[in-house]
């Protein structure tokens, strides 16, 4: 039971991370049906601005990752500008081609910018561990999950409050119809791009408390877990996109727990076929019937 209760708090921390991540891929696709494959790039983007502005800048954790944030809306509002505004209207797979372009593209310039090692993350907060009834629980893992649910809840309220969310939710539903009324369709992808890769940016400054390490290339396997995630949910889902974060995170320390480390990626591929047999629209999706 101690140990099962262990994996939860483990599972529940890493998860909140990768639910962070699933909300950008979400709120994008149920935009402009895109799967933006850059995204888990922007997550790298916003560890490595956490990791230079704590080292050199001696920020603390809160300024680091509200900068981090703020940095990585920007540059998401920038890429969907130059990449894919221009092919709003053209096929599908084009702009998926080119998500998957500038994924390689960021990647492969920090690489050569900032090379390919791997650096240590800067614990700007001191671990101190807590004991439980058996379960060992860490204030970063405390902190990480409080900041994760509370940026979520954040998030939620600008979706159901604001002007700008009761738009985002028009244009996701009919973007003629919205455009017809007045809303400005492109002013709306943009804030949905940022507050994604503000999302983003966050999670990448937990994962580098979290594993204490980053790299140029450490966001293509979180992004490819936290594209499941939303499927898992119900993609364009964004209590969906939650959810599905939290179940990769319990999956992946639930596999690792049994000693099958090496099998976790798999276990997380495996839970999405079986989520598409038996669920092809995910928890929380819902099916839509297309006219032909």
């Known amino acids: 039971m101690t140990t099962l209760f262990q994996q939860l708090i483990n599972g529940l ?18 935009i402009i049906k895109l799967i933006n494959f850059a995204h888990g790039d922007i997550y790298m983007l916003g560890a490595f601005w956490g990791y230079y502005t704590i080292n050199y800048w001696h920020f603390n954790f809160i300024f680091a990752l509200l900068s981090a944030m703020v ?12 990449a894919y505004r221009p092919l709003r ?18 990647e492969n310039g920090m690489s050569y910018l900032y090379g390919a090692d791997t650096r240590d993350f800067p614990q700007v907060i001191k671990q101190v561990n807590y004991s439980l009834w058996g379960v ?20 939620q309220l600008i979706i159901k409050k604001t002007k700008m969310g009761r738009a985002m939710r028009a244009v996701s539903v009919d973007p003629d119809a919205a455009e017809l009324v007045g809303i400005n369709i492109n002013q709306t992808i943009s804030f949905t791009f940022a507050l994604g890769s ?22 293509m396997t979180p992004g490819i877990k ?31 727990s049994v000693g099958l480390s090496a099998y976790k990626d798999a276990a997380v591929y495996l839970v999405l076929i079986i989520i598409l ?4 629209s995910g928890i929380f999706g819902k099916n839509v019937k297309e006219k032909v």
């Open 89 to 106: 209207h053209a096929p599908r797979i084009t702009a998926l081609i080119t998500a998957i372009g500038v994924s390689y593209f960021l």
């Open 277 to 280: 047999l038996v669920l092809p």
């Open 136 to 155: 060992r629980v860490s204030n970063i893992q405390i902190l990480i999950l409080a900041t994760a649910c509370l940026l979520m809840i954040l998030l």
């Open 71 to 82: 940095v990585c809306a920007a540059s998401g509002v920038i890429i969907e500008y130059f």
């Open 198 to 219: 503000s999302m983003a940016g966050a999670a990448g400054v937990l994962i580098g408390l979290y594993y204490n390490s980053i790299d140029p290339l450490m966001g």
């Open 13 to 30: 921390s890493l998860g909140s991370i990768y639910a962070l991540l699933a909300l950008g891929y979400t709120m994008v696709y149920g």
């Open 226 to 256: 936290a594209f499941v995630a939303a499927v898992v949910g119900g993609i364009g889902s964004v209590p969906g996109a939650s959810l599905g974060g939290f179940l990769i995170g319990l999956l992946e320390t639930a596999v690792q």
